[in-house]
C-alpha cells in the first residue's frame, strides 16, 4: 500500500511559481509511475504530468508543456511538480498519484488528498 501526502500549494500571482511536493510512504514507491492531476470547480479531473518509475518518461498536458516540470527522488520517496509562468487558469486542486504510467485517472491506485492552487490575475 501506497500513502500519499501534498503540500507546497497556495496563493501566486499570475507569472508566479509554485513547487508542490508529494511524499509516500510504503516500500512499492520506487516502482510505481507517479502523477499529477488536478481538478477546478465545476470541472472533471485532468490529466497534468506523469513520470515513469525510473524517471527516464514524463508526459505532460499540452496546456502545461514549457512550463511545468515533474521529477522525482526515489531515495526520499518524494515526486515534485514544478511550476512556472502560472496562468490563472492553472489555479484547481492538484493531486498526486500512484500507479502504472499513463494519463488516465484509471492507471492509478492511489491519491493524496490533493493541495490547492490559486494563480491570481
Known amino acids: 500500500q501506497v500513502q500519499l501526502v501534498e503540500s507546497g500549494g497556495g496563493l501566486v500571482q499570475a507569472g508566479g511559481s509554485l513547487r508542490l511536493s508529494c511524499a509516500a510512504s510504503?516500500?512499492?514507491?520506487?516502482?510505481?509511475?507517479m502523477g499529477w492531476f488536478r481538478q477546478a470547480p465545476g470541472k472533471e479531473r485532468e490529466f497534468v504530468a506523469a513520470i515513469s518509475w525510473a524517471g527516464s518518461r514524463t508526459n505532460y498536458v499540452d496546456s502545461v508543456k514549457g512550463r511545468f516540470t515533474i521529477s522525482r527522488d526515489n531515495a526520499k520517496n518524494t515526486v515534485y511538480l514544478q511550476m512556472n509562468s502560472l496562468k490563472p487558469e492553472d489555479t484547481a486542486v492538484y493531486y498526486c498519484?500512484?500507479?502504472?504510467?499513463?494519463?488516465?485517472?484509471?492507471?492509478?491506485?492511489?491519491w493524496g488528498q490533493g493541495t490547492q492552487v490559486t494563480v491570481s490575475s
Open positions: 510504503g516500500r512499492t514507491f520506487s516502482s510505481a509511475a
Open positions: 498519484a500512484a500507479g502504472a504510467y499513463g494519463t488516465s485517472p484509471e492507471n492509478y491506485y492511489y
